[in-house]
């Protein structure tokens, strides 16, 4: 979508630069445009109507190619003062309109399952707050799953990832760096449950956007596959 975007936008300056040069050079036979210059632009909105969104209305950029083809220097102006600023502000109007959807669509594929499941219909919806909050609580849900522990927030996390005792082991407790990742991941989901969970399950006030949801979701999602790729430790081990 972006792609498109910006072929397009480039081949409208491409277009409006052509434009002006035909109704600024001079002289005019018979208020005729050069015709190599019509043929550039009818060029310019072939291609732009090969990237066109097939659900975007079309009939303004195809008589810019009508237009053209007539090689008349009053139809070049009606280009450059009417239908260009048009097709202009149709395609900014249309892409701005699509911000939202496109991405969700790209957030989708980062997303652990869990929290697709739990978290991806709500932000489709802009339920912000709702999709962060739940995506937690699914995380959390998950690393109870795979403990078997009933607790929560630090105190589950504690007792889940313990260097002594351990339910899971996130890389191996048989090195210090080890045992430092371990001790890192107990501190990154001590501050995800005290620093999004918590404020967004007892405030209704929210500061976030699409980007910053999208944003905790992907984090979400990264605790969430830490977890499940986590090894249980074999007894005596």
Sequence with gaps: MVKNYISINRRLRSLASLCRD??????????????GISDYVQRDV?????VWPFDLESAYIKQIGQRAGQKDLKAFQEILSDLLPQVEDQVDDYFASRTVADLSSTVMDFLHPAILESSYSQFRAGKLRDS????????????????????????????ALSLERPRLVISTLATESGRSEQKGFIQILQGAYLGVRNPKAHSLASDLDEMAAAQYLVFASLLARRIDEAQTPTPGS
């Design 46 to 50: 072939r291609d732009i109507l090969r």
């Design 22 to 35: 035909a109704v600024e050079s001079e002289p005019h036979d018979n208020g005729l445009i050069l015709p």
């Design 132 to 159: 962060v909050f739940n995506a937690f609580v699914a995380v959390f849900d998950l690393l109870r799953t795979k403990t078997g522990l009933e607790k929560d927030g630090a105190q589950l996390v504690v007792e």
